[in-house]
Nanobody, 124 residues
Framework: QVQLVESGGGLVQAGGSLRLLCAAS????????MGWFRQAPGKEREFIAG????????YYSDSVKGRFTISRDNVQNTVYLQMNSLKPEDTAVYYC?????????????????WGQGTQVTVSS
């Protein structure tokens, strides 16, 4: 079992930056692919970034590619999402997720553990 706790959300102006953190419990964190999802009001949850267990491979959705960067520290059991050039349409609750059943960081349906989410609001 893995528990995930996100932090780092907040209010930022368009064009600004934020860095989200996800602290994971459990000794097997380094075995898991990890990802970030987001959900805006009235919309479905969107898979925006994934990272392999080693950190050597990543996935980004078209909506964030070139602006967001996912990374991980397997010693600190932490996953990061660096968000630059933020836009009002990035406003959402952001969720950290773990894939404990497989190793494919790019498949949204394999993510099976979730954090509670952190709110990101981008003002225009």
């Amino acid at each position: 079992q893995v528990q995930l706790v996100e932090s780092g959300g907040g209010l930022v102006q368009a064009g600004g930056s934020l860095r989200l953190l996800c602290a994971a419990s459990g000794r097997t964190f380094s075995y898991y692919a990890m990802g970030w999802f987001r959900q805006a009001p009235g919309k479905e949850r969107e898979f925006i970034a994934g990272i392999s267990w080693s950190g050597g491979s990543t996935y980004y959705s078209d909506s964030v590619k070139g602006r967001f960067t996912i990374s991980r520290d397997n010693v600190q059991n932490t996953v990061y999402l660096q968000m630059n050039s933020l836009k009002p349409e990035d406003t959402a609750v952001y969720y950290c997720a773990a894939n404990t059943q497989g190793s494919r960081w790019y498949l949204r349906h394999e993510y099976d553990h979730w954090g509670q989410g952190t709110q990101v609001t981008v003002s225009s």
